[in-house]
Each structure stands twice: as structure tokens, then as C-alpha cells.
């Protein structure tokens, strides 16, 4: 286990992952649609909110435990799903559940993840983890997907509304991104120069979508998988769709993508459990707003009909305090995670949850507050947040 106390802030982690994870991964990762309009803004709209000091307040016996859909967490935080997290770091997915139970805070495995459904519930003990799906043209797979699900004892599924076709992102074209790379003269330079990378993918024979090859019907190796997926993804995705998801899968349901208060309403009619306010970290639509500015009006919206989570630039454990002070139950990370993950594996994956939970503790305490569900708006300087 190296000694991670001299890195003290996810920006740290990040440097180090984009050194050490191979471009075009690292790019996937790190980048937005288009102009990346959204995705700046992502991080930057909460760097706007500020914060009430207080003083002369007993900040003994803190805690920032508290529940997310009935589960137990150790703060408002859980895992994202991300695609190809087996890329950033060999065996990536197992190793990120790993270090979120051993913090205990919830794991989302992504449906276009490298290790499987069951390398999860493998690895983990059969520890409840989240899975995430979408909604696909072959409705036989999706239904089989879910059963896999069940059957590895996830106790929340994940539907993406947000995801029926992709938003181009400039870098992964560039870059030429597959997986595994391509063997393209960049891509092989690249590599020679992340040695660390390449010895971890000698050593494992995770290096493809876990959950789909030899699961989908036609897809029996990578040949197959880039065609298979581009005519997946289904443009005619409907509320109808939820419905037959959430009857199918017959637990708590979790539905990521939201960013209107009417659609958010219309979740609520919907029956899910809870609602994700997110814009896919500013990888589909460019130019909609930030996932934090949109919080408080679809929070407002929908009352306590639903609970309300939020994804989408939080690097740190103010942005997670904040999210809270806007009606956000819960708060999801991906990149935040992912770059832990490139940087040092599964310690590294731990070190971005203590920082995250430590400046959460801290900034809890000098707003004024000792329990996390007791945070509310007026831990906010009045003129610098959203509101509904």
C-alpha cells in the first residue's frame, strides 16, 4: 500500500492518472461534448457558491452518515457507473467496488464495463453493489442483463434516460479510442510510455465489455462488439420503456439523466425510487446547464415524491456539502474516482473518497453543522447559489 498522505486534493489525483493512464483513456474520461461548454461548467458553478461560516459552535461527535434509497452510507456519496473502467486501470471495476465497500458507500458497475456482473459479486463477497443499464434495441439481452443482475445481488438498478444516441466527443474521434487501443503508430508511442498500464493489462485477461461479449447475441469477440453497439442504443426510448424496466426488475429503481423539472415529474409518475439531476458530466447535450444549477429547481418540483441525487463536477467534499444545501439526498462521482483509480488502483480509489469525506466533515463543522441531515440552504451565502 503506498503512502498517499502527501496527496491532498483529487486535483493531485489527476495529474498523476493523466500521467500515468494511456491518452486515449485518460481523454475519454476527462473530456465533454463539443466545445466542452458544459462540462466547464460542471465544476466551475459550484466554485460559485459560497459558503456561511460560523463560529462558536460545539463541533464534537460530527457525522456524515446517512441513507440513499433505505442503504446505509458513510456519506451522501456514491460510485457513478462509468464506461470502460477496466481501462483506466487493469481490473478497474472490481477494484473500485472493493475500496467503495471497505468505505461503505455504494458501487454502480456500468453496463459497457470491462470486468462483468459477476467478477462484482465475485470479488466482493456478494456484497450489494448498483447496476446500471440502458435501454437497447435487443430487449432479450436487457432483459437477460437484469436477471444477471439479480442474480449477483445488486440491490438498485440504474436506468440512463440520457444516452438513446451519443453526443460526439472531439477527443475520442481524434484519438481513435477502442478497447482494447488499436495498434496505431500514436497509440503504440503513447503506450511505450506507460509501462505501469501495460504490465497491469499483461496481467489480467479482463480487456473487453465483460457484460456483453459472449452474452449478446453476435457478439462473440471485439470483431463483432464496435458494430453491435453503434446500432444498440435505441432512439425510441419512452417513459413506456421505465415502466417495463422497473416491472421487470422488481426493485428500487434509480433513473439518471434528468435535467427538467418536468421530466423529473414525470419520474415521479414513473413509480422510481429516486431521480439523478445529471448531463452525463457534459459528455451528451452542449451547452444545458450544470447539473448543480438545475438541482434546486427540479428539487422543488418534486418535493419529497422522490429522492433527489445529483452528478456532475464534484471534486471535492464542499461541492458534496453543497449539493446537499440545494435538496440533493445523495451525490454521485465518476471522474473524481476514476482519476484515484488511474493514479494508484484501489488505494487510490480510497484516498479520493477520504479527502472527498474529510472536506466534507470540515466544512460541515465550520458551517455551523454536526450531522449531515441536518444541512440546509442556510449554510449558503444568499446571492451566490441557484435557486428554484
Not at 466547464?40 to 463541533?59: G, H, P, T, W
Not at 419512452?238 to 429503481?253: A, F, P, Q, S
Request: glycine share 10%; charged share 20%; aromatic share 6%.
Amino acid at each position: 500500500m503506498p503512502d498517499l498522505s502527501k496527496i491532498t486534493c483529487i486535483e493531485d489525483l489527476r495529474a498523476i492518472a493523466q500521467r500515468r493512464v494511456p491518452r486515449m483513456f485518460y481523454d475519454y474520461a476527462d473530456s465533454g461534448s463539443y466545445t466542452e461548454g458544459t462540462y466547464r461548467a460542471n465544476e466551475s458553478d459550484f466554485q460559485r457558491i459560497k459558503l456561511r461560516q460560523r463560529v462558536a459552535v460545539n463541533m464534537e461527535g460530527r457525522s456524515t452518515r446517512t441513507t440513499m434509497v433505505g442503504q446505509d452510507v458513510a456519506m451522501p456519496v456514491a460510485i457513478a457507473p462509468t464506461g470502460l473502467t477496466g481501462m483506466q486501470h487493469a481490473d478497474g471495476e472490481i477494484l473500485g467496488a472493493k475500496a467503495a465497500k471497505a468505505f461503505g458507500i455504494p458501487f454502480t458497475l456500468s453496463t459497457m464495463s470491462i470486468c462483468s456482473i459477476e467478477d462484482i459479486a465475485e470479488h466482493t463477497g456478494r456484497h450489494p453493489f448498483w447496476f446500471q443499464v440502458y435501454v437497447m434495441r435487443d430487449r432479450d439481452f436487457i432483459e437477460r442483463l437484469i436477471d444477471r443482475a439479480k442474480a449477483a445481488n445488486c440491490s438498485a438498478l440504474q436506468l440512463t434516460l440520457d444516452l438513446q444516441i451519443l453526443g460526439q466527443r472531439h477527443k475520442d474521434i481524434k484519438n481513435g479510442l477502442s478497447a482494447p487501443p488499436k495498434p496505431t503508430i500514436a497509440n503504440l508511442i503513447n503506450l511505450a510510455t506507460k509501462p505501469r498500464w501495460c504490465l497491469g493489462m499483461l496481467g489480467t485477461k479482463r480487456r473487453s465489455f465483460g457484460n456483453i461479449v459472449g452474452h449478446a447475441k453476435g457478439v462473440g469477440d471485439l470483431s463483432s462488439l464496435s458494430s453491435w453497439t453503434a446500432e444498440q442504443f435505441d432512439p425510441q426510448l419512452n417513459w413506456g420503456d421505465v415502466e417495463w424496466i422497473k416491472k421487470r426488475w422488481g426493485g428500487k429503481l434509480i433513473l439518471k439523466g434528468i435535467m427538467d423539472a418536468e421530466d423529473a415529474r414525470l419520474a415521479v409518475n414513473s413509480g422510481a425510487d429516486a431521480l439523478i439531476v445529471s448531463n452525463h458530466g457534459g459528455r451528451q447535450l452542449d451547452g444545458a446547464p450544470s447539473s448543480i444549477a438545475a438541482l434546486p429547481g427540479i428539487a422543488a418540483a418534486v418535493g419529497k415524491n422522490i429522492e433527489v441525487w445529483m452528478d456532475g463536477g464534484i471534486r471535492s467534499g464542499q461541492d458534496v456539502l453543497k449539493a446537499r444545501a440545494l435538496g440533493a439526498q445523495g451525490t454521485l462521482i465518476g471522474r473524481s474516482f476514476l482519476y484515484g483509480l488511474g493514479a494508484f488502483g484501489e488505494a487510490g480509489v480510497t484516498r479520493a473518497l477520504q479527502i472527498i469525506q474529510k472536506e466534507l466533515d470540515i466544512t460541515m463543522a465550520f458551517c455551523g453543522h454536526t450531522n449531515i441531515n441536518n444541512v440546509d440552504s442556510s449554510i449558503l451565502l444568499p446571492g451566490t447559489f441557484p435557486t428554484a
